[in-house]
C-alpha cells in the first residue's frame, strides 16, 4: 500500500490509517518482506515525506476526528526517525494508537515509555507472528521470532497491564501462500485468538518471483476468518482514500 493517509469505518470503528515512508528494515530477512517496495535508505527523504504525510493526517483529523489512528512504516515503529516519533503526538494523545513492531522492541521500559509520551487512551502494538506454528514461522518465513519471543512478549504484556498501562498486543495472521495449509491457519486462529488481544488476518500477496506463492484461498476458511478474526485484510483494493466517501470491509 502506498504511502498516505487513509480513512477507514470497519469494525474497528472510524479510523485513520497513516502509512508513513520508513527506513529499510534492520532485520531484513523475512521471505515474504513486501516493504521493501515503501522503504527508502534516505533519512532525509523518510523525514520530509514524513512531515508531508502527518501533516496530511492532521488536516484530515481537523476535518473529522476518530478516535482511532494507527501508523505504519513498514517496519518497527521504533526505527523511525525521531523527527517523525515526535510530530507524531498530536495523533496518538488521547486516542487508540496503533503501531507495528517487531517484537524484539517489545519491552516493559519501551511499553512505559511509549505510554508516558504519546499519552493515548490505550496503545495497540501490532506484531507479525503470522502463525502459531514456529516450524513455518521460523523455517519458511524466517521471521526471527521463535515461540520463546511470542511468550515473552505476552508477558510483559501482562506486567504493562498489572502496573495500569493501557496496552494490548495485536498480532497479524498471514494466510493464502503455498507452505502454510488452511488447517494451520485456522489452528493458528484459535490459538491466537486465546493469546492476544487482537487477531488480523492478513491475505498474502507474493511482491517477487522469490518470494513464495501464492494460493487460492477456500470458501470455509475465508468465512471462518471473517468471522473470528477482527479484521481481515483481504488486499489494497478495499483501501479507502482519506477525504473520499466510502465505506471499507471489515
Ligand atoms: S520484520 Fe517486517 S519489515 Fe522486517 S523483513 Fe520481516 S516482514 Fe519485512
Redesign the pocket.
Known sequence: MAVGVYRYRDRLGHRLVVILR?LP??????T?????LEQSASPARVIADNRRIIGEALAELEREPVGRVAVFN???FHELPYDTVERLRPLARGRVFEV?E?SEYVTLEALEALVEYYRPERLVVRI?FETAFEEIREGLLR??MPDSEMHRVLRVRDEARERGLPVEVWTYLLFGMEGISEESVAESLRVFKRLFDGVIAVRYRQYHPRHPRAVPVSERLARLLESQADLVDWGGDQWVIAGREGAAPG
Do not use: N, T
Open positions: 520508513g528494515c534492520a532485520y531484513g530477512k523475512c515474504f518482506c513486501p516493504f521493501a513498514g517496519g518497527s507495528e517487531r507479525g521471521k526471527g
